[in-house]
């Protein structure tokens, strides 16, 4: 339908995007920051590691005020590919979907309005103790999913944190889910070697072994996760008793995914994944694997492909860099879907070009 | 229509409350503080003046969470009169209306998701520079206001702050407004004198003279205001665009009223004031008068009457303790109208009694 890729459970996938066409969305995006992306190799989603911390808080920036306020130009990978917060902007600008920018835990504050839960930075996971206050997080995280709940037809909830999917392995990996090789990198070249070694020494550190925390998801996201995970988890938890509940990111997702359902599995029937085609056909991760061995819900796949773009900053997504981030392939299919399919891949692609142009005055 | 009571604008309020029958609301909370509130004999909102900087957060608390958390107990007045949170908290369960926790300037944060515009608390209006960064604050709640009216049908925007309705005086005053004894009071004893005499120390601090800020909202509110306000209004500059909006409070919804006319005066077809029978009814001050000098709006009142409870905590609002606070007055219209009259003032006075006695239990 539309241009949306079908992957795990094609069958409730095309359900749910019947169900939600025309319908109102709510897009959320959960920030937090870990000192795990500091770590020299680890994250691409800045141009150097120190200023990372930057990365999120600018994001949202450009989500609702359509520029950055607290960094010049946008986010940027090393090699100068900007933000995926560029997508997902273009797309809630087209659909005129509201936004709500929560706050897991931060360094540096956005210039715009954020929910607060309470939540502080996380620590490098190498320590084994990423976080102090997990699930009180996750508990104020609830009480705001369900009055979000009531707000919207749906919710789609993405996440910008550097260095997240090392801290994702590290859940994956401390509940005990086969993880090894499978998240994905904003890098093409995705350093699977150093971001092992980095969660087993968290594992070893905080005295667990593989699989310990498998029904205990607050001693592994406290453990070797990061503050955006029990955030992400308590707003899908709070919300989708009432309304269904698009996850939106990469491999990310698995994590939050796995915390939601060690908390409340009975959820996850009204729980989806929408991401991008960049993640779904990357060499170097495996988000299906991953989902299949946690709940048989849907992927959802947005269909972009910035092949044909006349700027090389967005041409490079074709090769693997980004993929993915601030829920760039949720917001994607929530305008289409709004839309009833008037927005299309190409009308985005125009509107992503036309900010691109203005944003970054090339 | 059902128990509402209609004033200024009548035609208008009716047509208002026609077309909001049955509706979705948004509810949302501002909460701030300003240290005038701790001027000995300025507020009842607390027990004692120094403890009213939890007041704002525990009332949110028993709004999310049916109880407090920051506080034993539910913040009273000196005399044990326990707050008009518990009157919003019943309406909004009763009616399922969600709720949105926006803090303009705190000094004690909430156990409760609260959505942060990078305000800080008020100080002491006898400095004559009571906010520094209005402006900010005003313009991250538009962008918060113009979101939230994408995801309802309209807004209830009430407010927490001691010490609020001197403030709201001295930016009445600064704005040219004839407010002097006309702004309420929580005690039933209004000590207009005391609140002259801060203000106009306040404005002779500021170098100001009555009236000299009427076109200028942002160096009233940041001379001899309070970091709700810029906040309030805010929002309601975001959403009436789009939503109808109730400004849920009593005689500080004047002074968040002038504020909102002063920045865009279109926006005033689409509000109006939501407050309680107590309000409306009190002979020490004159929300309809201070209305009328402003802006042809219209005022709803909802016609509680606690004189038939059996609890004398209750009872005392009769007596003209208390009267408005935390939106209860604009809750409990959304809650009749969201029901379309299922919910009387009846209805709700059982449901409030019955939080009563399990909250205080009594």
Same mark, same amino acid.
């Given at each position: 339908?539309?241009?949306?890729?079908?992957?795990?459970?094609?069958?409730?996938?095309?359900?749910?995007?019947?169900?939600?066409?025309?319908?109102?969305?709510?897009?959320?995006?959960?920030?937090?920051?870990?000192?795990?992306?500091?770590?020299?190799?680890?994250?691409?989603?800045?141009?150097?590691?120190?200023?990372?911390?930057?990365?999120?808080?600018?994001?949202?920036?450009?989500?609702?005020?359509?520029?950055?306020?607290?960094?010049?130009?946008?986010?940027?990978?090393?090699?100068?590919?900007?933000?995926?917060?560029?997508?997902?902007?273009?797309?809630?600008?087209?659909? *005129?979907?509201?936004?709500? =920018?929560? !706050?897991? #835990?931060?360094?540096?504050? @956005?210039?715009?309005p954020? /929910?607060? +839960? &309470?939540?502080?930075?996380?620590?490098?996971?190498?320590?084994?103790?990423?976080?102090?206050?997990?699930?009180?997080?996750?508990?104020?995280?609830?009480?705001?999913?369900?009055?979000?709940?009531?707000?919207?037809?749906?919710?789609?909830?993405?996440e910008?944190?550097?260095?997240?999917?090392?801290?994702?392995?590290?859940?994956?990996l401390?509940?005990?889910?086969?993880?090894?090789?499978?998240?994905?990198?904003?890098?093409?070249?995705?350093?699977?070697?150093l971001?092992?070694?980095?969660?087993?020494?968290?594992?070893?550190?905080?005295?667990?072994?593989?699989?310990?925390?498998?029904? *205990?998801?607050?001693?592994? =996201?406290? !453990?070797? #996760?990061?503050?955006?995970? @029990?955030?992400?988890?308590? /707003?899908v +938890? &709070?919300?989708?008793?009432?309304?269904?509940?698009?996850?939106?990111?990469?491999?990310?997702?698995?994590?939050a995914?796995?915390?939601?359902?060690?908390?409340?599995?009975?959820?996850?029937?009204n729980?989806?994944?929408?991401?991008?085609?960049?993640?779904?056909t990357?060499?170097?991760?495996?988000?299906?694997?991953?989902?299949?061995?946690?709940?048989?819900?849907?992927?959802?796949?947005?269909?972009?492909?910035?092949?044909?773009?006349?700027?090389?900053?967005?041409?490079?997504?074709?090769?693997?860099?980004?993929?993915e981030?601030?829920?760039?392939?949720?917001?994607?299919?929530?305008?289409?879907?709004?839309?009833?399919?008037?927005?299309?891949?190409?009308?985005?692609?125009?509107?992503?070009?036309?900010n691109?142009?203005?944003?970054?005055?090339?």
């Amino acid at each position: 339908m539309y241009d949306i890729i079908f992957a795990n459970n094609k069958t409730r996938g095309t359900t749910l995007t019947d169900q939600l066409k025309g319908k109102k969305p709510l897009f959320s995006c959960v920030i937090g920051v870990t000192e795990t992306a500091k770590i020299p190799g680890i994250s691409a989603a800045g141009k150097n590691p120190d200023i990372t911390d930057y990365t999120p808080p600018a994001d949202v920036e450009l989500l609702q005020l359509g520029r950055c306020k607290c960094i010049p130009g946008v986010p940027v990978t090393p090699e100068g590919i900007p933000t995926p917060a560029l997508i997902t902007m273009s797309a809630l600008k087209l659909a *005129d979907i509201p936004s709500l =920018v929560v !706050s897991a #835990g931060l360094q540096v504050k @956005p210039y715009v309005p954020f /929910l607060d +839960l &309470g939540g502080k930075p996380g620590r490098d996971i190498r320590t084994g103790r990423a976080l102090d206050n997990a699930e009180e997080v996750m508990n104020r995280a609830k009480i705001a999913g369900e009055n979000l709940s009531k707000t919207a037809d749906y919710l789609v909830i993405g996440e910008s944190i550097p260095g997240g999917t090392t801290t994702a392995l590290g859940i994956l990996l401390a509940m005990g889910i086969d993880a090894k090789g499978k998240v994905s990198s904003s890098m093409p070249n995705n350093p699977h070697e150093l971001k092992i070694k980095t969660v087993e020494e968290g594992l070893k550190a905080s005295g667990a072994k593989v699989g310990d925390f498998a029904q *205990d998801p607050i001693k592994a =996201v406290s !453990s070797v #996760g990061d503050p955006m995970i @029990p955030a992400h988890a308590g /707003l899908v +938890l &709070g919300a989708a008793d009432r309304v269904p509940v698009i996850m939106a990111g990469g491999t990310q997702m698995a994590a939050a995914l796995a915390v939601v359902k060690a908390s409340n599995s009975t959820v996850l029937d009204n729980v989806a994944i929408g991401t991008t085609r960049w993640v779904i056909t990357d060499k170097t991760s495996d988000l299906k694997g991953l989902v299949a061995e946690i709940a048989d819900v849907p992927i959802l796949a947005t269909d972009l492909n910035f092949g044909q773009s006349s700027f090389d900053g967005l041409k490079a997504y074709e090769a693997g860099v980004v993929k993915e981030g601030v829920g760039a392939g949720g917001a994607a299919m929530a305008a289409m879907l709004k839309s009833k399919g008037k927005i299309t891949k190409e009308v985005l692609l125009r509107e992503i070009e036309k900010n691109y142009r203005q944003i970054l005055k090339v």
